[in-house]
């Protein structure tokens, strides 16, 4: 019969704790960038009805100004510009106050509402990674319908400006503290229901005194509205468009100032989870 002999602390094997196969491994952020972004993108392209209205109203509405002001001249109601001349840039900075501003303040209140947020905030996934996602789409979703309007433009004899890296840096810019601004609107709105009400609250007086429906001739409110996001950002447009004009330093600095409040209002009052009614 053979004797089983216990193992001794002198004869006895160290055991060292392997690593398990299936231990979760750190992801890189960029990686993690890569796939937010990925989502976003899916998440808006597999929507018809909002990838409808994002970019056919635009389409729509620099088409129904081409039809109206086709073959027209100069004139002094649009600061010696044609209708087309001054609408185009217009048009697409709207475009783009309502997909980084607008769009993008109800899809956060939506999903806050519906605990989406809630449920993502739990997850590993950093924050910043996150909301870099839906900036890098919403300024993807904005280079497309600024791309429609500027080529509608050019079909009615709209000249394409030149600048296209103050181009570029105006779009980002733009793009950037809308969403901010967005952000900081969606951490205010109560419930998703309101979402749409307090959005065109704020965003239909800002377009309106901003010279997006038709031009400002009185110098109050220009001056009023020149210390609001919107006018420069139209304004910054169409110098590009028409006065062949590259970056619109001051312009840029009210977007970027516009851009910190959002940010700073977003930090403040941001919430993950749904607020009791």
């Known amino acids: 019969m053979t004797t089983l002999i216990p193992p001794t602390t002198e004869n006895a094997t160290p055991v060292v704790p392997s690593a398990r196969a299936d231990a979760p491994r750190e992801r890189n952020p960029l990686a993690l960038l890569g796939h937010q972004i990925r989502y976003e993108q899916l998440s808006f392209w597999r929507n018809p009805q909002s990838m409808v209205f994002t970019f056919v ?52 209140a939506m999903r806050r509402q519906t605990g989406v947020l809630k449920r993502l ?90 010279g997006s429906y038709f031009p400002i001739h009185a110098e109050l409110l220009n001056t009023i509205a020149g210390l609001l996001p919107v006018k420069p950002f139209n304004d910054a447009m169409l110098a590009l468009f028409t006065q062949d004009a590259g970056f619109q330093w001051r312009d840029l600095a009210v977007l970027a100032g516009w851009g910190v409040i959002g940010a700073l209002i977003a930090v403040r009052s941001f919430r993950w989870d749904p607020r009791p009614e």
């Open 57 to 108: 109203l635009p389409i729509v509405i620099i088409g129904i100004f081409g039809a109206v002001f086709s073959g027209s001249e100069g004139q002094d109601f649009f600061f010696g510009l044609t209708g087309m001349q001054y609408y185009t840039p217009v048009i697409a900075a709207v475009s783009v106050l309502g997909a980084c501003y607008g769009q993008l303040a109800i899809v956060l």
């Open 121 to 210: 905030h739990a997850t590993p996934l950093p924050a910043w990674v996150y909301f870099a996602g839906l900036l890098v789409h919403c300024v993807v979703v904005s280079i497309v319908d600024v791309a429609l309007v500027f080529g509608i433009g050019a079909l009615y004899g709209v000249d394409l400006p030149t600048h296209w890296g103050a181009v570029l840096l105006t779009l980002v810019l733009g793009a950037a503290s809308f969403c901010a601004l967005g952000v900081g609107v969606a951490s205010l709105i109560k419930n998703s229901e309101a979402a749409p009400a307090v959005v065109q609250f704020i965003q239909f007086p800002l377009v309106f005194i901003s």
